[in-house]
């Protein structure tokens, strides 16, 4: 049975800026048991708005009779340090001050998130991570864990993500948050500010994380009718109300500019030194149709971690892929975990 729990961390957290949170909780959940010597925990990194419940949005790997199933599997998930489902986030209330933080929430970085996420650790007395496995955000946090601690995880997998954030995604980013910058209710100190503007940037990002020919096959008119509304401009206005009813703008442009802070080779002399430190045996996974996280992202991690292979899954999805390419995902997961030999070869990239 999946059970939800929250861990609270009493003591000040240090962030990379700085900056101090007074203590901190984390929203997380288990699934399965914990065998007798403690050596089948998989780790779950979510993606920019997933939460803790790892079945709702990964159902196809995880589950009864999927590749990680909690008869055999002790499965851990927690939101993100930052996020609006449990954990701390800039709703929260600041012991400071009595009131939300909203505005005043810091900076975080996906290196504050993966320390918050081994005090969890260490609080549930896990010694080793078996898998450690994220997309997306949860791919560059759980690959910024893999580094930091090196010693924690067994076996990484890290799914259409990356080791630094292009100014590409970077640029997409902030053409979101300036979309809700140009919501009059930004400035207020209320749960809700903001959310217009989050609505026209959820229909930003819809464009990075799917494709053009992602958009013919779904949203395709089948005549040449003229209409008020088109399928295209229906569905763009649906997602955005649609992550309006579950999040908050503050939590996404925290979680973004958290993005764009991403690179695991900060005070650790560059990237491909920082990708050399991960002991894990590692499984990079590319969607051949990515936008957002193109495949050359995960060719360079692969080609710089020491025991990495890479494989790629092949969608009309786009960046999505990784989350409804499930079978594909089950057969490189399955392959992998088997302790499968793989031959390292070095693969070109062009940035």
């Known amino acids: 049975m999946l059970k939800g729990r929250v861990y609270n961390h009493t003591e000040e957290f240090t962030l990379e800026s700085g900056q101090l949170l007074p203590g901190f909780q984390l929203f997380y959940t288990t699934w399965g048991t914990l065998n007798e010597d403690r050596s089948n925990v998989v780790w779950v990194c979510h993606a920019f ?86 997309g997306s955000l949860g791919g560059q946090q759980a690959l910024e864990w893999a580094i930091e601690n090196p010693q924690v995880t067994k076996k990484l997998v890290q799914v259409a993500s990356n080791a630094w954030q292009s100014p590409w995604a970077i640029a997409l980013n902030e053409s979101q948050r300036m979309a809700i910058e140009q919501d009059v209710t930004w400035q207020l100190a209320t749960d809700d500010a903001g959310l217009n503007g989050m609505r026209t940037a959820r229909s930003m990002a819809l464009l990075s994380y799917r494709n053009y020919h992602a958009y013919n096959q779904s949203q395709r008119e089948h005549g040449p009718e003229l209409k008020r509304t088109y399928k295209a401009a229906s569905y763009q206005q649906h997602q955005g109300e649609k992550l309006a009813k579950r999040f908050n703008a503050f939590t996404y442009w925290q979680l973004t500019k958290m993005m764009d802070s991403h690179h695991v080779g900060r005070n650790r002399g560059g990237l491909e030194q920082a990708l050399r430190q991960v002991q894990a045996e590692t499984l990079v996974i590319g969607v051949d149709t990515d936008l957002l996280f193109p495949l050359n992202e995960q060719k360079f991690v692969a080609n710089y971690i020491p025991k990495a292979q890479l494989q790629v899954i092949h969608s009309e999805a786009g960046h999505d892929g990784f989350l409804l390419e499930t079978a594909q995902l089950a057969h490189h997961l399955d392959t992998f975990l088997q302790n499968k030999q793989y031959r390292k070869t070095w693969i070109p990239t062009v940035f």
């Open 49 to 134: 708005t997933g939460n803790a419940f790892v079945k709702d949005w990964w159902e196809g790997l995880f589950g009864e009779g999927k590749t990680f199933d909690p008869a055999k599997h002790y499965i851990v998930c927690a939101n993100t340090l930052g996020g609006c489902y449990g954990s701390t986030g800039p709703l929260s209330i600041n012991p400071d001050t009595g009131k939300p933080y909203y505005h005043s929430f810091p900076t975080l970085t996906n290196l504050d998130v993966v320390r918050s996420f081994d005090a969890l650790r260490q609080h549930l007395g896990i010694e080793q991570i078996n898998v450690l496995i994220g």
